[in-house]
């Protein structure tokens, strides 16, 4: 099964800014170490937006997980980029009760 929408998927530009690629915030600074490794950068932050976009239509959902608010959907792969690697993130994704487009929740590696 796919990301239900994948093409349609949300990535808020702070997620991936005030999160995923900043190396002060305390839960996402180990994140962006991680995704700045691999040549994610914040002032080309619809890059990484582009690159989990590709993720979710490419990789199925390893699990769907029911919560009172709606449905996380977990999603696993390679993630192409900048720098030509692929290393193996997991995506979370949240599809809210009554909504049928998924918002990022969250993405890390993998292996780590």
Do not use: C
């Not at 192409?80 to 909504?99: G, L, M, N, T």
Request: no cysteine; glycine share 4%; proline share 8%.
């Amino acid at each position: 099964m796919k990301l239900p929408n994948a093409e349609r998927a949300i990535v808020p530009r702070a997620k991936i800014t005030l999160y995923l690629l900043s190396t002060t915030h305390r839960e996402g600074q180990h994140k962006a170490a991680f995704f700045r490794s691999f040549g994610f950068r914040p002032e080309a932050w619809q890059v990484l937006a582009s690159a989990l976009h590709n993720h979710a239509r490419a990789h199925e959902v390893t699990e769907v997980v029911p919560t009172p608010f709606g449905h996380t959907y977990v999603v696993e792969g390679p993630l192409h980029a900048p720098d030509s690697h692929a290393p193996r993130v997991r995506v979370v994704w949240f599809i809210a009760k009554r909504e049928e487009i998924a918002t990022l929740a969250t993405a890390y590696p993998l292996d780590a």
